[in-house]
């Protein structure tokens, strides 16, 4: 019989590199203190990453860098709000910033969050959850939700085709049809971004 360890890795190794989880996204493979056990000693192994307490990441190698690359801030923020059953949604400023709309080299990643208010240091940055209403409806995928946010703080006066063709690139055409299904209840000028966006077109 196979391992509650095996099991895990095999379900971590299904994922892209830089996958952040937590024992919650295993819970149907053991018991909390098996599968609590069973991370420890992947992280022992150097198979797996710790990143805070209790929050674990699928480490990848840089061979230019010679290291390993630093945590994906947005996979850990969706770890948590799977932790926590939070629903979240990037600020602004900080899909923006993901979508490489922005040049600053933000020192804080903000969420909000219909959680708790909560701030987590990575590395040499913060990561930050504002409980407030959330603007936007909460959409099946992160990655609308990051589009659609970067697309409210960029304001319709600056959104062009460069910019449609440079979020565009951030996405295989897979993820493109499921952001376009997912954001039909977004209305006015975003909605009709987006649709450029994922197909090159306005929307009718």
Not at 22 to 50: H, N, P
């Amino acid at each position: 019989m196979e391992s509650i360890e095996n099991k895990i890795y095999r379900r971590i190794r299904g994922k892209s590199y830089l996958w952040a989880f937590s024992e919650t996204d295993f819970g149907d493979l053991g018991s909390r203190e098996a599968v609590r056990q069973s991370l420890v000693r992947l992280v022992k192994q150097g198979k797996i990453r710790r990143v805070i307490h209790g929050l674990y990441d699928y480490p990848k190698y840089s061979e230019m860098l010679k290291q390993q690359v630093s945590p994906d801030l947005s996979q850990v923020a969706q770890a948590l709000s799977r932790k926590f059953g939070w629903r979240i949604q990037p600020s602004g400023n900080t899909a923006l910033n993901f979508l490489g709309l922005s040049t600053q080299v933000p020192g804080k990643i903000v969420y909000f969050s219909d959680g708790s208010n909560r701030e987590y240091r990575i590395g040499k940055q913060s990561l930050i959850f504002k409980k407030t209403l959330l603007k936007h409806a909460v959409f099946k995928y992160p990655e609308t939700a990051l589009v659609v946010q970067a697309l409210d703080a960029l304001t319709q006066d600056r959104f062009n085709s460069e910019i449609a063709k440079k979020i565009r690139s951030h996405f295989d055409e897979g993820m493109l049809k499921k952001i376009l299904l997912d954001a039909q209840s977004v209305k006015g000028w975003i909605h009709k971004c987006i649709r450029i966006i994922c197909v090159g077109k306005k929307s009718e």
